[in-house]
Structure formats: C-alpha cells, structure tokens
C-alpha cells in the first residue's frame, strides 16, 4: 500500500528565504511521485513529477524535487522565496507499475511568505 | 484543449436534498477520480473511475453516495439525503490513464448543505 506523510502543516519563511517542505512515502513498488500547489479556492495544479531517470526534477516557479530512495523522501525546495508562492502544498503518490491506482495525497503543508 | 471542467462551482442543499455535481474530463481523458476537502484538511479520496466502469471506490461512504462516469457526458457524484457533514469541496481530476502521466483538477464544486 501507499501512503505519503508531509511533515509540518503550516511553513512560515520570509521573502527571499530558502522553501524546504518534506515529504515522505511508503511504497510497496518505485512509485510515481508528485507536488501540487492549491491557492485559495482553486484546484490544484502540478508543480512537478518524478517517474523514472533523473532524480532531480525541476518545476514551475522555480521549484525543484528530489526524490532520494534511500531516505524515501521527495521534498520540495524553492531557493529563495516570494509572496506569490505563499498558498497550499501537497505531495502525492501513486505506484509506478500500473496506472489504474488511486492518487494518495498527503495532508497538505501550507506556506506562509514573511515580507 | 480545455481543462477539467466542474459544475456548478457552488451548490447549496437543504438537509435531506439531493446533490449532483457533475465533472467533465479534458479531451482524451478516459479516467475521472473524485476527492473531497474538508477545510483545513487534505484531500480525501472517493472513486476511480474509467469510462462506464469504477475501478476503486475503497473512499466512498458505504451510504447516500454515489459515482458514474457514463460512454458518453460527464462523470456525476451523487449525494442523497445532504446532511451538514457533507458540506466540503469536491475536486475531480481526470488523466489519460497510462502510465506516468499526472492528473489536472477541476476547480471544484464547494457544497453547502444548510
């Protein structure tokens, strides 16, 4: 079974400031990896994925991933931060041998920027 | 090519109403999934479903709910007799259904059951 645990429900960085927020899986087989962002009343948009090849995944707005198996840890980073970016994370899983699965979203981190 | 389209965006019920929130998939997609937010929560799973056939519903309430993805129209999330509990937004998702490919959301149906 898969399951996905961000830690740290709410991440407050200044302007400017590295963004580190974590993500960690359980995964029975190499699974599919992903981080959407949610701002206020609206759906959720892909910001990145891992599938296979390179573990270091760059996305929209200057976020990067990197999905590191011995730690079985994906965790977003964006080096410095900006007030647009301030909105609701969540890291997702799915298993990578079938593509009828469900997604497994985890509980959300929410990003607060500092000016 | 349009995107994942939910309707309505806002839907109030009375307690003991019934509620249809309908999701149409981007062009190409043959694979809708339904999730509910509850605020201050995450997204929670319901249905997986493929074109007139669900794949998972292991995360629909074992009453009062409901799911369809017909051959043809938009997948349709049903909730019988609303209580106040029910009160959440909806997202559906929709994906082509192969391997490696992410899923693109609506923007979500935010039910209010009064």
């Known amino acids: 079974a898969q399951s996905v645990t961000q830690l740290g429900s709410h991440v407050s960085v200044s302007e400017g400031a590295l963004v580190l927020l974590r993500c960690n899986y359980s995964s029975s087989v190499p699974p599919y990896l992903f981080w959407y962002v949610q701002y206020p009343n609206q759906g959720l948009q892909l910001l990145l994925k891992y599938t296979t090849g390179a573990t270091l995944v760059k996305g929209i707005n200057g976020f990067e991933a990197e999905f590191k198996k011995s730690e079985t840890s994906f965790h977003l980073t964006k080096p410095s931060a900006h007030m647009s970016d301030a909105a609701e994370y969540f890291c997702?899983?799915?298993?990578?041998?079938?593509?009828?699965?469900?997604?497994?979203f985890g509980s959300g981190t929410r990003l607060s920027i500092r000016p | 090519n349009a995107g994942v389209m939910q309707n309505p965006r806002h839907l109030v019920r009375r307690r003991g109403q019934e509620a249809r929130l309908r999701c149409s998939p981007m062009?190409?997609?043959?694979?809708v999934y339904w999730y509910r937010q509850l605020p201050e929560e995450g997204l929670k799973f319901m249905v997986y479903l493929q074109k007139e056939n669900i794949i998972d519903e292991s995360g629909m309430p074992k009453e009062r709910f409901s799911a369809e993805f017909p051959k043809e129209g938009p997948s349709i999330l049903r909730i019988q007799q609303v209580v106040r509990g029910d009160s959440a937004a909806y997202f559906c998702?929709?994906?082509?259904?192969?391997?490696?490919?992410?899923?693109?959301f609506g923007q979500g149906t935010r039910l209010t059951v009064v």
């Open positions: 997702a899983v799915i298993p990578g041998y079938s593509s009828a699965s469900k997604i497994i």
């Open positions: 998702a929709s994906s082509p259904g192969q391997p490696n490919t992410e899923a693109f």
């Open positions: 062009k190409g997609h043959s694979h």
